[in-house]
Each structure stands twice: as C-alpha cells, then as structure tokens.
Nanobody, 124 residues
C-alpha cells in the first residue's frame, strides 16, 4: 500500500491548507485512515482519523474545531482540511492506514502503513 501525501507548504498563522493522501493498492475503502504529525524533537502524534465509511471520525484536542478529516473512497483519497493554523501546527504530516480494527485508534503503532509525509510550516 502506497500512501503519498500532498498539500503541505508554508502558510501564515490563521491560514488554511488542505492535505490529501491518495492510497494505492488493496482495499482502501475498508481501511481506517489517520493523519499524524511529527515536529522536530517530538514524538509522532495523532491528529485525526476516519473510519472506512466516513461516518465516524476522531480528532486530537489540538485539532478539534479547526481541522476536518474526510475521505472519498471512489478516489482512494483521504483529506485533512486545516483552518486557523497556528505556529505550533508546524510539523511533518503523515497519512497512515489501519487495516484490522473497526474503530479509529490514536496510537501510531496500531497503524500498518505509512506515507512519506508532507511538511507544513506555519509562520507566526
């Protein structure tokens, strides 16, 4: 399973970005998809996740009210709309797929496949 992520970049605080991750291979529509991020010197942390049917989502407290995860199973793509970005959102953002569970989990070790990440830099 390939999970290339796109859409990162440099944005001013208060701005928006939309990340996308186009999965290839196997049965994307049955996977739980998650977005994680990792800032320099910090552990990888959960940002948002979405169940295979798109009706169940989960967010980190830091993302609630600002970020929205969605998916289009017809396009094998998951999105992360990020609004009201803050300096502390600066990190490499990773797309991940979880193949064995029925609920969205937040632990990185629960996810089976990872993309290469895309850099998000928010200037203050």
């Amino acid at each position: 399973v390939q999970l290339p992520a796109f859409g990162g970049g440099l944005v001013q605080a208060g701005g928006s970005l939309r990340l996308s991750c186009a999965a290839s291979g196997r049965i994307f529509s049955r996977y739980i998809m998650g977005w994680f991020r990792q800032a320099p010197g910090k552990d990888r942390e959960f940002v948002a996740g979405i169940r295979w049917n798109g009706y169940s989502t989960r967010y980190a407290d830091s993302a609630k009210g600002r970020f929205t995860i969605s998916r289009d199973n017809a396009k094998n793509t998951v999105y992360l709309q990020m609004n009201s970005l803050k300096f502390e959102d600066t990190a490499v953002y990773y797309c991940a797929a979880e193949t064995d569970r029925s609920i969205v989990t937040t632990a990185p070790y629960e996810y089976d496949y990872w993309g290469q990440g895309t850099q998000v830099t928010v200037s203050s």
